[in-house]
T-cell receptor, first 115, second 113 residues
Framework: DTGVSQDPRHKITKRGQNVTFRCDPISEHNRLYWYRQTLGQGPEFLTY????????KSRLLSDRFSAERPKGSFSTLEIQRTEQGDSAMYLCASSRTSGRFDEQFFGPGTRLTVL | AQTVTQSQPEMSVQEAETVTLSCTYDTSESNYYLFWYKQPPSRQMILVIRQEAYKQQNATENRFSVNFQKAAKSFSLKISDSQLGDTAMYFCAFISGPNDMRFGAGTRLTVKP
């Protein structure tokens, strides 16, 4: 399978714990995006990378959130001191810069539940 | 601010019938792209169809077509000959740059046998 993969698919944690999610994009894709999707809503943009550079962060990304893409391949999203409001589906997407329009391919998501 | 509105939280259609999902958006940009994504239950989101704002011709992909009304900022999705596998959440999305894709709240479509 050469699509976008995410690990883990589900994570249950207690409030105050740290969690880390991983995203492996499609191999030739240079752009990688993180989104958050809460129940009954569409995905909301969090941040994106072009290669290893983090070019944009949404105001939704509080100081407790950090994302990295150290070698321009896989990416990690860490949430420190989790809160119940962090419970959501975290989606990763990747794309290849090809001009005016980049189709984003989405992974299956990581569902986070904070107890 | 760029916003995307889907006013139909849920819809249903009989198998083989046609259904139209509505989407409106608000932007001051002149060049942008619009998309419909499908998210089946417990499965990942996939692109159904896309429309570039500078193209007047409505996009079509097999049973899926759009009605793009730029002046009205409307972008509806028509699904013809609905199939059980079309049951999913459908999201309308808008983008005018690499990092600002905005999604609507979604429409849950159920195709009934």
């Amino acid at each position: 399978d050469t699509g976008v993969s995410q690990d883990p698919r589900h994570k249950i944690t207690k409030r105050g714990q740290n969690v880390t999610f991983r995203c492996d994009p499609i191999s030739e894709h240079n752009r990688l995006y993180w989104y958050r999707q809460t129940l009954g809503q569409g995905p909301e943009f969090l941040t994106y990378f072009q290669n290893e550079a983090q070019l944009e962060k949404s105001r939704l990304l509080s100081d407790r959130f950090s994302a990295e893409r150290p070698k321009g391949s896989f990416s990690t999203l860490e949430i420190q001191r989790t809160e119940q409001g962090d419970s959501a589906m975290y989606l990763c997407a990747s794309s290849r810069t090809s001009g005016r329009f980049d189709e984003q391919f989405f992974g299956p998501g990581t569902r986070l539940t904070v107890l | 601010a760029q916003t995307v509105t889907q006013s139909q939280p849920e819809m249903s259609v009989q198998e083989a019938e046609t259904v139209t999902l509505s989407c409106t958006y608000d932007t001051s940009e002149s060049n942008y792209y619009l998309f419909w994504y499908k998210q089946p239950p417990s499965r990942q989101m996939i692109l159904v169809i896309r429309q570039e704002a500078y193209k007047q011709q409505n996009a079509t992909e097999n049973r899926f077509s759009v009605n793009f009304q730029k002046a009205a900022k409307s972008f509806s999705l028509k699904i013809s000959d609905s199939q059980l596998g079309d049951t999913a959440m459908y999201f309308c999305a808008f983008i005018s740059g690499p990092n600002d894709m905005r999604f609507g709240a979604g429409t849950r479509l159920t195709v009934k046998p």
